[in-house]
């Protein structure tokens, strides 16, 4: 019998491909599909493959794909008959990823109360250095492998440190989960390729009626990337950045969306901000208002060592009533609303009131039954 082979299909531009292996990396072992199997298949840029090698082999060429058994993890079947994602229908958010785990955990319960995070969600965590960035993606990550184990998580590290990516691949499950990455040594143009096959696997999973979340740290050095790489249109904006780059940069976070057919695709990527650089603030401008969900993170607050450094007053989330019960709603009013007049204290206080209970629900529980304050 021939031997089972699996891999991710990159399509190149003659129509052929090739099955990857892990963080997409071409090799020598990669195994070549024709370009009449992947039409008559339907298949596309980021379909995870299993099938079977073709007895024969010929010297010096690639190994080639005989029979598909599986795409996805699905029925081939399943393949002829989806749908493609340009074509499916947006809609809002309407079911929350809940972020809750522990009752020391207080990151993920103030999210799912102050800014939750639903299915399809197009999210910005704004944070300066030191802010407790990565500490934070974690949390998600970990809130996300607990409570939506069913869910498929990517996370996307782009010109990141090699240590970084060794931490967060040992932190993570394996489980339903891939760390993809390209490290700040590596060249420009691997930056790219590994953020475009990155998206069309989780557009290829969308398709096949999944919820996909990518965890993108960071936009920023995406952009900075395209903008490394473009041809110059000619027009410059502040701080050198030409404004073509930001076209898929902006494509890709536009990619995330709840899907009326079923499926869908969350996207919560990092910004830096305060770091120094004049193009760094260009391209956080000009992701601003882009997403329906906004994370703030304080360089303040984690200087005075209060954790999450989460600035509470400007997080929140576009539409939360689709995501929270009315009692939730409530709950959120009233901690905003208190928190309001403390300016700086006010994510201090605010994961202090966390703490009076070890579940949201029980703190809901109680605000309900609280009065509320006069003016």
């Keep these: 019998m021939s031997e089972q082979v699996s891999g991710v ?33 339907r298949l596309r840029s980021g379909d995870l493959i299993t099938g079977r090698l073709s007895d024969k082999i010929e010297e010096n060429k ?19 008959h989806r749908k493609n994602f340009e074509k499916m229908t947006p809609i ?23 800014s939750p995070v639903g299915k ?3 999210g910005l965590i704004i944070s300066p250095p030191k802010a407790g960035k990565t500490t934070l993606l974690k949390s998600i990550a970990r809130s996300i492998q607990t409570n939506h184990p069913e869910a498929h998580l990517i996370i996307l590290l782009i010109d990141e440190r090699p240590e970084e990516v060794t931490d967060i691949k ?29 998206i069309e696997r989780a557009k290829a999973l969308v ?8 965890l993108l740290d960071s936009i920023t050095r995406l952009a900075r990337t395209y903008n490394l790489v473009m041809p110059s249109s000619g027009k410059i904006l502040s701080g050198g950045l030409d404004p073509t780059s930001l076209y898929w940069p902006k494509h890709f976070f536009g990619a995330a969306r709840n899907m009326r057919e079923g499926g869908s695709l969350t996207i919560l990527a990092t910004a830096l901000v305060e770091t120094g650089s004049r193009m760094d603030d260009v391209i956080f401008e000009e992701f601003k208002g882009t997403g329906n969900m906004e994370l703030v993170l304080s360089r303040d607050l984690a200087v005075r060592r209060i954790f999450p450094a989460i600035d509470v007053m400007k997080s929140g989330t576009r539409r939360d009533e689709l995501l929270l019960s009315k009692d939730e709603l409530k709950a959120s009013e009233m901690i905003r609303r208190h928190a309001a007049g403390l300016e700086d204290k006010a994510t201090e206080d605010v994961i202090k009131t966390f703490k009076v209970a070890k579940t949201n629900d029980e703190l809901v529980g109680l605000l309900a039954k609280s009065k509320p304050e006069r003016k």
């Excluded at 003659?14 to 370009?35: P, Q, W």
């Excluded at 993809?180 to 096959?197: C, G, K, L, N, Q």
């Excluded at 398709?207 to 990518?214: F, H, N, S, T």
Aim: charged share 30%; no cysteine; proline share 4%.
């Design 62 to 80: 690639a190994r080639q794909l005989e029979q598909v058994e599986s795409i996805n993890g699905h029925p081939v079947i399943d393949s002829l």
């Design 120 to 122: 399809g969600q197009r």
């Design 170 to 198: 040992d932190f993570v499950s394996p489980e339903n989960t891939e760390v993809v990455y390209s490290t700040f040594d590596e060249e420009p143009s691997h930056h790219i390729r590994v953020a475009e096959m990155a």
């Design 92 to 114: 809002y958010p309407e079911s929350k990823l809940k972020m809750e785990t522990e009752p020391k955990e207080i990151a993920g319960r103030l999210i799912d109360l102050l």
């Design 207 to 214: 398709e096949m009626g999944e919820d996909v979340i990518i």
């Design 9 to 41: 299909l990159e399509v190149l531009q003659d129509g052929y491909g090739f099955l990857r292996g892990e963080n997409y990396l071409s090799s020598r072992n990669d195994t070549f599909v024709s370009a009449g199997r992947i039409k008559a298949m």
